[in-house]
């Protein structure tokens, strides 16, 4: 028995010398059973002698289990058949997915041919134009959707334009903006009226001493100054008087 263990072992050995992982081994794992009882009551091998104390003639302690370590060469290795596993596993996947719609679509079209070779001539082609309306009718719709996008997006242009000419800030052109040009002019014109008035205002209320320039006693720029006033009007949620402040700072700012 003890011979046919030590070949059996030495096949082992010799498999295990072919795995390019396996790059540290306890090779008492590998020796005479028989041989590690006798040394362990020998007293020669501390852990060969362990397990020859238990009497099984196995490897001691630190033999247990085999331990396997990779170069970074061998790891990087490991790691890019992974993700290429991974990879083509969800590949799969999606031809998988591909191939299914495409059957259905193979299998709702035939579907519909069987439906109309049932169908009279009269029929058949009655089913046709309303599917031919169908697709024209989409077609129009996606159509007009484009249409409306351009001409948004050109009026957008003509009002940032129109702003520029008015030395008005052009950030305020999605604001302004309107249904269409006429609508847009109005917009503006409105809110020039506003800025107007707001600015008119705000300089008799400093010349009636009603309202002082913030900054308590401290020279402070007329842009520093607006740009206090604009961000309490945002605080006070006052959006008219913000937006013609912002527009006195740009004006300021670009002179």
């Known amino acids: 028995m003890k011979l046919q263990a030590y070949y059996e072992n030495k096949k082992h050995f010799a498999s295990a010398l072919t795995n390019p992982y396996l790059l540290r081994s306890n090779l008492q794992f590998f020796s005479d059973p028989g041989a590690a009882g006798r040394e362990g009551g020998d007293g020669g091998n501390e852990a060969a002698g362990e397990g020859g104390a238990a009497g099984t003639g196995t490897e001691g302690s630190d033999g247990g289990e085999n331990k396997l370590s990779f170069t970074q060469e061998e790891y990087e290795k490991r790691l890019q058949e992974d993700t290429t596993k991974r990879l083509a596993t969800e590949l799969e996947k999606q031809k998988e997915t591909m191939r299914k719609e495409l059957e259905e679509t193979i299998k709702k079209e035939r579907k519909e041919a069987e439906e109309l ?73 409105l809110y020039k009226e506003i800025h107007k008035e ?33 961000q309490t009007a945002i605080n006070e949620g ?9 527009n006195k700072i740009f004006a300021l700012k670009n002179k």
């Open 117 to 189: 070779a049932k169908l009279s001539a009269e029929e058949r082609a009655k089913v046709e134009q309303e599917k031919a309306k169908l697709k024209l009718d989409e077609e129009k719709a996606t159509l007009e959707q484009e249409k409306v996008k351009f001409e948004r997006e050109k009026l957008f242009l003509q009002t940032e334009k129109i702003l520029s000419e008015e030395k008005l800030d052009t950030r305020l052109a999605p604001f302004l903006i309107g249904e269409d040009a006429d609508n847009t002019h109005e917009n503006i014109k």
């Open 198 to 230: 707001a600015v008119q205002n705000e300089v008799s209320d400093v010349l009636k001493g009603k309202k002082q320039l913030l900054g308590g006693g401290v020279n402070l720029s007329e842009v520093e100054q607006l740009e206090q006033q604009y």
């Open 238 to 246: 006052k959006t008219l008087e913000a937006i013609s402040l912002k």
